[in-house]
């Protein structure tokens, strides 16, 4: 193996050292200096530079969208847990095996089904305007919890295929190893497929947790002031769509240290099946 | 009392049946290598054993109990068989003792320490003590293979079963699994064995069985079988293995 082949493995941003790396950064400048000179000489660019970058209404702004932004991470924060855990009984219902379970198999295929299928924005506004609609004594009318609720119902489905896809790729030879030394089912489950499926699909599952997080801004529809809500408001008083960008910059802002991390794990765990190694 | 019989086992997999009607006992200490060509039935015959598979009709005791019918505690039969599988199958994600444990915690109801106790003891006799923190991926096939021996030892089973256990191996890797057999066998464990080393059957088995196309043709003394087989399929298969150097 030569030098540069190892050193591409090691980062996958640049894709080599040395000399490649000069290449990787002239052609870098080259290409944004290109861009910019398009971006700044086009006829309707002094309008675009006012309407979305004002620096007066982004120092103006930007705390109180960063305050609002607080609200979208706590949604996706429990929206995550509960997400991970109803996923994995969803996806286990799904490998459950033999006729009694058929039922129970129907049904997690019916859910995964009709769950991915609906557009998110429109379960937001089902589960925010039709729940308090029926006025339901002990049921909240929190818009805040029904948008989240509706975020974990539609990302469990995702979610549930992941698990299931990291389920399905664990050999049948473990279950046969399991269930030969006198294990249950259920133990052969919980000691041996699960901690191994798991493992496998914490990139993709990490992947799905960016989407999710991009789309609490959809709860804007039903009223709660998050961050988009918040720059919407904001918008409308200034006449002006900077608090866009600010909302924009929030979510790379939280999005791109996962993306790396997921990068990272991906990287590491190629490495350590190369390396003929443990997952 | 047989610790093994098989009864007239039938098995199909789809419209391909893989053991058509298998006679077959074991006495206690008894060693019987099974032998025959590949998709000879060897390996579906101890799956079927092992309870793996389930069988289409006939009947299999184990210590004179009908593991067969219904109602069993397939769970509680499966302890006392051990079986080792010819691609090892260790859990990657468990280090040696933890694969070793597993077993005597999860279903013989053992403590920690006692079941490391015992695992430590298994692993010392068969020189793998310093390998108890590693992970399978760490090891060579034939530490594997030791280390899945040992785990189907854990449950202390009385009846051994092996699954072609040195066909994944590199050759210079298979005598140390050989030697551990064979050291089973000096300690009286009642095993059955398919495998492809001729040379080890002759050496090791107390009596030969040829399976050919799910039928158990022919059963004797190893130097019967292999030094006059009376089938002519036996025959055949003998000089086969002969012809490739491995008898």
């Not at chain 1, 997690?108 to 729940?131: H, M, S």
């Not at chain 1, 948008?147 to 389920?167: D, K, M, N």
């Not at chain 2, 594997?144 to 030892?153: G, K």
Request: with cysteine; hydrophobic share 45%; charged share 20%.
């Amino acid at each position: 193996m030569n030098e540069d082949d190892r050193a591409g493995r090691g980062s996958l941003i640049l894709g080599g050292a040395g000399r490649n790396v000069s290449i990787a950064v002239l052609s870098t400048l080259v290409f944004f200096t290109v861009l910019v000179l398009v971006i700044v000489n086009a006829p309707g660019w002094e309008n675009v530079k006012h309407t979305f970058f004002d620096p007066k209404v982004f120092r103006e702004y930007f705390r109180t969208i960063g305050h609002a932004f607080v609200l979208n991470i706590k949604i996706f924060l429990v929206a995550e847990v509960l997400i991970l855990i109803l996923a994995l009984g969803l996806a286990v219902l799904r490998s459950l095996p033999g006729p009694v379970f058929f039922p129970l198999r129907l049904m997690a295929i019916v859910y995964t089904d009709v769950f991915r299928g609906i557009p998110t924005i429109l379960l937001v506004y089902l589960f925010g305007f039709g729940i308090p609609a029926l006025q339901l004594s002990h049921v909240t009318k929190d818009p805040v919890k029904l948008g989240a609720a509706a975020l974990v119902v539609i990302y469990t489905a995702y979610v549930a295929e992941v698990y299931r896809a990291g389920i399905e790729s664990v050999h049948p030879s473990q279950e046969a190893a399991s269930r030969s030394l006198g294990l249950t089912r259920g133990q052969t489950l919980r000691t041996v497929i699960l901690p191994q499926a798991v493992r496998r699909v914490v990139p993709p599952l990490l992947n799905d947790f960016i989407g999710l997080q991009k789309d609490t801004a959809l709860l804007a529809v039903i009223g709660p002031v998050e961050a988009l809500q918040r720059a919407t408001i904001a918008a409308d008083t200034e006449f002006n769509y900077t608090p866009y960008v600010i909302t924009a910059f929030f979510f790379v802002l939280i999005t791109i240290p996962q993306a790396r991390f997921t990068d990272w794990l991906i990287n590491r765990q190629r490495q350590r099946r190369m390396a003929g190694g443990q997952l | 009392m047989s610790a093994l019989v098989c009864e007239d086992v039938h098995k199909s997999f789809g419209s391909l049946e893989v053991l058509k009607g298998i006679d077959l006992s074991l006495e206690d200490h008894e060693v019987v290598c099974l032998i025959g060509a590949s998709g000879s039935g060897k390996s579906t015959l101890l799956r079927c054993i092992n309870l793996l598979e389930r069988i289409d009709s006939g009947r299999i005791s184990v210590n004179g109990q009908v593991v067969t019918a219904r109602g069993v505690d397939v769970n509680r039969v499966r302890r006392g068989i051990g079986i080792v599988f010819q691609s090892f199958n260790l859990f990657p994600h468990m280090t040696v003792l933890q694969n070793v444990t597993l077993a005597p915690r999860k279903v013989m109801g053992l403590g920690k320490r006692e079941a490391e106790e015992q695992a430590l003891e298994l692993l010392s006799r068969f020189g793998l003590e310093d390998k108890r923190n590693e992970y399978p991926d760490r090891l060579s096939g034939g530490q594997q293979q030791r280390v899945a021996i040992v785990r189907a030892l854990a449950t202390r089973p009385q009846l051994m079963l092996f699954d072609e256990v040195t066909s994944a191996l590199d050759p210079e890797l298979v005598a140390e699994v050989l030697g551990v057999i064979k050291e089973l066998a000096e300690g009286g464990m009642t095993m059955l064995i398919a495998t492809h080393e001729m040379g080890f059957a002759r050496d090791i088995a107390h009596r030969v069985c040829f399976l050919d196309g799910g039928v158990l043709l022919e059963q004797g003394r190893p130097e019967d079988i292999f030094s006059n087989p009376q089938e002519p399929r036996t025959q055949q298969f003998l000089q086969r293995i002969i012809a490739a150097g491995r008898l």
